[in-house]
């Protein structure tokens, strides 16, 4: 089955975002995030992104239907949450570039998505005015966790071969309701940071 990647920014995004919502409470249900979130809210979440006009989607397509999906922004357009472990640090979000999520459906990891969408975002990033930096956050639980599935792969291996280093010391805080709690908890979420070359 052929996969095909396609690019929409700012206000273009606004029709692709209940697909992107969908992805969202599907794989964000799975370990580690256990996020029991629903398609409405998602929907809402996302609107605010397509505000920007600097906003990206990349969506990749297998037979019409989405089934990956990544977002970024730059930092100074993301919420308090976001910017937060940088002010606090004394660092500016100016110069950084905020890669959102990346989500694929089970079937169709493994195929090279997650590196083509960083590769989209990165070069959305290189043609912004300021922009000198790319950088994420992703969640790390504590191990050992029962519920953590027992052919999980973690992607730090794969960040750090993309260039990305991870820094501790800035985290974001958020909250989401967990599965399995039916309460909001918080949950710390680390940076991964790369310089990007002209």
């Keep these: 089955m052929a996969l095909t990647t396609e690019i929409h920014r700012g206000a273009d995004a606004t029709p692709h975002l209940k697909e ?8 964000f249900r799975e370990w580690p995030y256990l996020y029991e979130g629903d398609i409405a809210y998602e929907t809402q979440y996302l609107r605010r992104y ?5 906003f990206l989607l990349v969506l990749a397509r297998a037979d019409g239907e989405v ?9 100074s357009a993301e919420s308090t949450a976001f910017k937060a472990p940088f002010e606090a640090a004394g660092e500016s979000v100016n110069p950084y570039f905020y890669c959102g999520e990346s989500v694929v459906l089970p079937a169709f990891r493994g ?27 992703a969640i790390e639980r504590p191990l050992p966790d029962s519920r953590r599935p027992s052919g999980h792969r973690e992607l730090h291996n794969f960040w750090a071969r993309l260039g990305y280093t991870r ?3 800035l ?15 918080v949950h710390t979420l680390p940076f991964w940071t790369k310089t990007l070359s002209k």
Excluded at 67 to 75: C, E, K, N, R
Excluded at 111 to 137: D, M, Q, Y
Excluded at 171 to 185: D, F, P, Q, R, V
């Design 67 to 75: 089934v990956g999906a990544s977002t970024g922004q730059p930092m």
């Design 111 to 137: 195929n090279g998505l997650g590196k083509a969408f960083f590769v989209a975002r990165e070069t959305h990033a290189r043609n912004l005015p300021g922009i000198r930096h790319t950088c994420f956050c």
């Design 171 to 185: 985290a974001a805080s958020l909250e989401w309701k967990e599965i399995g709690t039916g309460a909001e908890l």
């Design 167 to 169: 820094h501790p010391s």
């Design 20 to 27: 992107v919502a969908r992805l969202r409470t599907t794989v």
């Design 50 to 54: 397509a505000t920007c006009p600097d």
